[in-house]
């Protein structure tokens, strides 16, 4: 088709703030456009990243530096340009970017005035910056052209570097729209938001930031830890067979963990391993794309919810930038849907992930195994009546055995007393305390010295084989005996203790 003739087409122009304010409605929170900005910064090869939120009411700012590459005048004109390179063009294989978009739709997001200074080695800094407002008022996509000197001082600090760039949101209406300077509140809340911030960027880029020699962030001059969703380093973490899937001659992999059960945790591992929302949020497919984590925790709408019994499910996805329309990527890079005919291998391999992760959540399987085990020694029997639950103790476990054997004449009060625990067990009070925080549960001997633990297991030792049981025997039992089986690593020193006393 050849519409040359003039008469054959009109020229509209977008209006200027019209689409200024429609860039704006992206709907990025503030720890997503801060990690679209950070993606530059790694794409310019920059190891140091400084983040400052510097409170000023309404003229409060966010500052972000890197000591990346910088970019040449033209480079940067071209940078500030909304659409400034085509998606559809192929890009480099560990380049963190798609649309051309990110530096301006983020910044919009947050703030009605961005300006950009970039040095490269040997060059003059260079600023532009968009002022939406004037923009608005002049009805042209005006870029000025600033002097450090009219800039805010980071500025003529980044003149002093060899290279780098810095990126500055100021009037940044959503966060301080409307605050005096010393109102302490807003300075409080304005400053809160470095918390999500922190969380957010050590969860997307935890594994550039694995590597400290590779990148360092730092918010206000704090430098952010990496948070591993696997906590692979824990030693009763599962990693369950890697599989790798393919999809147009590109490959795809995939990784299921399933994370340890929470009495595997102290208070303080579970709490930072549960991430930014809680266990519960975090379960799911995590997608890579080239090591920066586009999707934390999400089934993908494959059909399975976010239930608490599934919570320690996390399968780690690896994809490269030259899917990204397969997997429909979006401007934010926090949305990737797998390709249609992948979907059956991710609903089976999120199904296996699945099953083990329950198993795990419900103590390994035990609670199951122990209904049919003869063998298993329990303290407690679960009875029911009417539908109704009741707990009595087990009269024939071995401890609780030899103390009514050899009550002698004090019989009748032993059999009192457990009847009394029996019937005030304080179930109430139990589902009342727990109900909020089941995975919080008290493990049995958790505060007391290891010692304590050993004193009762020779106790029980002692009255299986004062009762004629072999010591091989009774040790079997002890291995398969509550509480005992959940501390196996005791079981070797009790046996050698036993030894020596012999
Ligand atoms: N900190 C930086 N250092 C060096 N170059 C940068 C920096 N920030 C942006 N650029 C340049 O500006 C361009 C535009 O960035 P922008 O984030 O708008 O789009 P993009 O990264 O290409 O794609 P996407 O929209 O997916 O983020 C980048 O491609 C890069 O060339
Ligand atoms: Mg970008």
Redesign the pocket.
């Known amino acids: 088709m050849n519409f040359d003739n003039s008469d054959d087409f009109e020229i509209v122009n977008p209006d200027p703030g019209a689409l200024i304010e429609s860039l704006r409605a992206f709907g990025y929170s503030l720890e997503a456009s801060i990690a679209?900005?950070i993606?530059?910064?790694i794409?310019?090869g920059?190891c140091n990243i400084h983040i400052q939120f510097s409170w000023q009411g309404e003229q409060s700012t966010i500052a972000i530096l890197?000591d990346?590459?910088?970019?040449t005048e033209d480079?940067l004109n071209?940078?500030m340009r909304p659409g400034?390179?085509n998606p559809l063009e192929e890009r480099d294989t560990a380049d963190?970017?798609?649309?051309?978009?990110?530096?301006?739709?983020?910044s919009f997001s947050q703030c009605r005035k961005l300006t950009?200074g970039?040095k490269t080695t040997g060059d003059d800094l260079k600023i532009r910056s968009w002022d939406l407002d004037y923009v608005n008022q002049c009805g042209e996509w005006r870029l000025r052209k600033l002097e450090p000197r009219e800039c805010d001082s980071a500025f003529s600090a980044l003149e002093k570097r060899k290279n780098g760039?810095l990126?500055l949101w100021e009037q940044i209406d959503r966060l301080v729209k409307g605050a005096e300077k010393d109102d302490l509140k807003r300075e409080g809340l304005f400053y809160e938001h470095i918390d999500t911030v922190k969380s957010h960027l050590s969860m997307v880029f935890h594994r550039f930031l694995e590597n400290q020699n590779s990148l360092k962030i730092f918010i206000n001059n704090r430098q952010i830890p990496a948070w591993d969703p696997f906590l692979r380093k824990h030693p009763s973490t599962q990693l369950l067979p890697e599989e790798p899937l393919h999809h147009s001659g590109k490959k795809i992999t995939i990784r299921p963990f399933v994370l340890p059960h929470r009495s595997k945790m102290n208070d303080g591992t579970y709490e930072i391993a549960g991430g930014p929302g809680g266990w519960n949020a975090r379960q799911g497919f995590y997608i890579y794309r080239n090591n920066r984590l586009i999707v934390a925790g999400d089934w993908l709408g494959l059909g399975f919810r976010k239930e608490a019994h599934t919570k320690l499910a996390r399968v780690l996805v690896d994809i490269p930038n030259s899917m990204d329309e397969d997997w429909k990527i979006d401007?934010k890079?926090s949305v990737a849907r797998p390709p249609a005919h992948l979907r059956d291998d991710f609903k089976r391999i999120a199904r296996l992930t699945i099953e083990r992760a329950t198993a795990v959540y419900r103590h390994r399987g035990k609670i199951v195994q122990r209904k049919t085990a003869d063998n298993f020694v329990f303290p407690w029997n679960t009875n029911v009546k009417n539908g109704t639950y009741f707990y009595t103790v087990n009269r024939s476990h071995p401890l609780v055995a030899a103390v009514i054997d050899n009550s002698d004449g004090n019989r009748k009060k032993t059999e009192a007393m457990l009847r009394l625990i029996e019937e005030t067990v304080p179930l109430p009070t139990i589902i009342l305390n727990n109900s909020d925080n089941p995975d919080k549960l008290y493990r049995p001997f958790e505060k007391s010295p290891s010692n304590e633990l050993l004193v009762v297991m020779k106790e029980i030792w002692l009255s299986m084989t004062r009762s004629g049981m072999s010591e091989n025997e009774a040790g079997k039992r002890l291995a398969q005996m509550e509480p005992f089986c959940d501390y196996p690593e005791y079981l070797p020193a009790f046996f050698e203790s036993v030894e020596e006393n012999e």
């Open positions: 679209d900005i993606d530059n910064s794409v310019a920059a890197d990346g590459c910088g970019m480079k071209n940078a400034s390179r963190l970017g798609r649309f051309g978009l990110g530096l301006k739709t983020a950009v970039s760039t990126v401007v890079k």
